[in-house]
């Protein structure tokens, strides 16, 4: 883990936790106490979006296809 700091120092320091980031510091953000959001240096979650995109990908191929008929790019912006 690295550095907790709030939503409101992050925004008031986010240059300096930038620095910290590309140091290779890993930085939570929280809100009200709770973590919400993480900065990582590039690279430190690839494993996690590879691993993301491939479950995605095996739930597509396995979804069924879904025939909706015929529909135009004017459909999409028809008033009804």
């Given at each position: 883990m690295g550095a907790a700091v709030t939503a409101a120092d992050?925004?008031?320091?986010?240059?300096?936790?930038?620095?910290?980031?590309?140091?290779?510091r890993t930085v939570t953000i929280t809100s009200h106490g709770r973590?919400?959001?993480?900065?990582?240096?590039?690279?430190?979650?690839?494993g996690v979006t590879s691993a993301a995109r491939t479950a995605l990908f095996d739930r597509l191929r396995a979804a069924p296809?879904?025939?909706l008929g015929g529909w135009t790019r004017d459909d999409l912006y028809e008033d009804s």
């Open positions: 992050a925004n008031r320091n986010f240059s300096a936790l930038l620095g910290q980031v590309k140091g290779g973590a919400v959001a993480r900065m990582v240096p590039v690279g430190a979650g690839s296809v879904q025939d």
